[in-house]
C-alpha cells in the first residue's frame, strides 16, 4: 500500500481520499507537489482559506476503487457545496426595536455595530431591518455605521409579514435572521412562506417571559431551523420557555471586538474625570449598562453608601441611561451621597470609560452574557459581579471575579472592599481578567455565525 493520501475538510463537512496518480489525473483533480486541487478549486482555496481548512493525512489507501467509492457518494454535496461558497448569501436581520424604554441603545444595537464591519463583505450582503419606527437610537447606530431601515410596525401586526416576504424576494434573501419576539414571530413566518431558513437569536434569558408569547414560541419559534443563545443559561430558556428543540441550539459567546481596543492617554483620562466631577485621588467604583431593575443598580448605591461611611476614598459612576436613571439620582440624594456618585447617562465613549475604572461591578439581577463583561475582561479590569445567568456561568470566582448572591449589598460591599485594601488581589483579578478576555473576540461569533449561514444554504 502507498502513503499517498489528503483529506480535504471543508467546513468540517465534506471529504475526499485521494489515492492514485492515474485516477486524480482523469478526474480533473491534478496532484501537485504536496497539494491536491480540483479543477478550478485552487483559487477557492486560496482566496477562500476562511472557509476551506485543509488537513494533509498520510498513510491511507491506495486503490482507485476505494477513492472512486468515496468521490461517487460525495461528489454530489461537494459540487452543491462549491456553488454555494462561489456566490453571495444574503442575510437579513430583523429586529424588534433598536433600544428599550428610557435608553438610548441597548445591547443588541451594540452587537450590530461591532459585527457590521466584521462580516466578509466579499461572501455576504448583510441587511438590518426594524420592525418599529425610528428612535433615537437609530440615528445613534447609523452614526456607528450600520445603515437599516424600518417598517413602522407593531409586533404583533401580522400582515407586516407580506412588506419582509416583498423584501425577501426583491433583495434575493437568502437568510432571515431574527432579533426579539415579535422580530421571530413575524420573520420565521415570512421565512417559512418564502421557503428560506430562519435563525432565531436569544440575547437574555427574560425573568418576565410574557404569557401571550408562548402560543407564538409553541408554533413558530420552535419551526425556526436554527437556534443561537449567547449563553448556556440563555440556551436552557430558549428550550425550556421558548419551545425550539435543544438540538436546534447552539451557544454562541459575544465578545468584545479586541482588535479596535485603542488606550487614550492619560492626560485624556484626567481631562475626562475632571469633567464627570471625578476627583483625581479617589477610586471609581463603576457599572455600565441600562439604568433598569433587573441591573440592581439599587444595591450598588447601598453598597456605595456603606463603604464611604468606612473610610474609603472612592467615587461611583453609573455610565449608562434608562428608565430608572431619575430614581436613582433621587436614591443617591436620600442616602447622602450625590456627591460622590456621577450618573452620565448614555455614553459613548467606551474606551474611554473602561480607562476611568479601578473596580467593575455587575449588580444584575438577571443576565444573559453582558457584553460590558466582555469588555471589563479586554481591558484587566477587577470585576465584582453577582452570580446569576451568564455572569455565573461565564465567571469563575476568586479567578477571573469575586462573586456573590443577587440583592446582597453587604457581600458587594465586603467584596469591593477587599480589591481596594489587596494591590496583590487586584493585579491577579486585572490579568486573570485580561487572559479571559481573549477567549472572547468578537470576531469569532461572526465566523461561527457566517458557517452557519453557509451550512443552512448548503441543506
Known amino acids: 500500500m502507498k502513503i499517498f493520501d489528503l483529506i480535504f475538510l471543508l467546513n468540517g463537512a465534506e471529504r475526499i481520499i485521494a ?84 435608553s438610548s441603545i441597548h445591547g443588541v444595537s451594540q452587537l450590530f455595530s461591532w459585527w457590521w464591519p466584521l462580516f466578509d463583505q466579499d461572501r455576504f450582503e448583510v441587511e438590518l431591518l426594524v420592525l418599529r419606527g425610528e428612535e433615537k437610537s437609530s440615528q445613534a447606530l447609523r452614526d456607528k455605521g450600520v445603515p437599516h431601515r424600518a417598517l413602522q410596525c407593531g409586533k404583533f401586526n401580522f400582515f407586516s409579514y407580506r412588506q419582509i416576504a416583498t423584501l425577501i424576494k426583491q433583495n434575493h434573501i437568502n437568510i432571515l435572521h431574527a ?53 448556556q443559561c440563555v440556551k436552557e430558556f430558549m428550550s425550556v420557555r421558548r419551545c425550539i428543540p ?16 485603542n488606550l487614550p492617554d492619560e492626560q485624556a483620562v484626567v481631562i475626562e474625570k475632571k469633567r464627570l466631577g471625578i476627583p483625581a485621588d479617589r477610586k471609581v467604583i463603576a457599572t455600565i449598562g441600562r439604568i433598569d431593575e433587573e441591573k440592581g443598580n439599587y444595591y450598588f448605591l447601598k453598597s456605595a453608601k456603606t463603604l464611604l461611611k468606612r473610610g474609603f476614598k472612592v467615587h461611583f459612576v453609573l455610565f449608562g441611561d434608562g428608565p430608572l436613571l431619575p430614581v436613582l439620582k433621587q436614591q443617591s440624594l436620600d442616602e447622602g451621597i450625590a456627591n460622590h456618585v456621577t450618573f452620565t447617562g448614555y455614553y459613548t465613549n467606551i ?18 452574557a453582558p457584553l460590558t463583561m466582555f469588555e471589563a475582561f479586554s481591558f484587566g479590569t477587577p470585576i465584582v459581579s453577582t452570580n446569576v445567568g451568564g455572569l455565573g456561568e461565564l465567571l469563575r470566582d476568586e479567578e477571573t471575579a469575586l462573586l456573590m448572591s443577587a440583592k446582597d449589598d453587604v457581600k458587594m460591599t465586603e467584596l469591593i472592599a477587599r480589591i481596594l485594601e489587596d494591590e496583590l488581589l487586584r493585579q491577579q483579578l486585572a490579568v486573570a481578567a485580561k487572559e479571559e478576555g481573549e477567549k472572547y473576540n468578537v470576531m469569532t461569533g461572526v465566523r461561527r455565525m457566517e458557517e452557519l449561514y453557509i451550512e443552512l444554504c448548503s441543506c
Open 19 to 102: 489515492t492514485s496518480y492515474n485516477f486524480v489525473q482523469n478526474d480533473k483533480v491534478a496532484w501537485l507537489g504536496n497539494t491536491l486541487v480540483l479543477g478550478s478549486i485552487p483559487d477557492l482555496l486560496v482566496n477562500k482559506l476562511i472557509y476551506c481548512n485543509i488537513l494533509i493525512l498520510l498513510n491511507i489507501f491506495s486503490q482507485k476503487t476505494l477513492f472512486q467509492h468515496f468521490w461517487n457518494t460525495t461528489k454530489k454535496s461537494m459540487s452543491k457545496f462549491f456553488r454555494s461558497d462561489m456566490k453571495k448569501i444574503n442575510v437579513l436581520h430583523l429586529c424588534d426595536k433598536l433600544g428599550r424604554s428610557g
Open 179 to 231: 432579533h426579539g419576539y415579535g422580530a421571530a414571530n413575524i420573520g420565521v413566518f415570512a421565512a417559512k412562506k418564502m421557503g428560506i431558513p430562519s435563525i432565531v437569536h436569544e440575547h437574555f434569558v427574560d425573568s418576565a417571559y410574557p404569557v401571550y408569547q408562548k402560543p407564538f414560541d409553541f408554533f413558530l419559534a420552535r419551526k425556526a431551523d436554527k437556534g443561537i443563545a449567547v449563553s
Open 246 to 261: 435543544r438540538a436546534k441550539i447552539e451557544v454562541i459567546y459575544n465578545g468584545a471586538p479586541l482588535e479596535n481596543i
Open 351 to 368: 474606551t474611554l470609560a473602561h480607562s476611568m475604572i479601578d473596580v467593575q461591578v455587575f449588580p444584575s439581577l438577571s443576565e444573559g
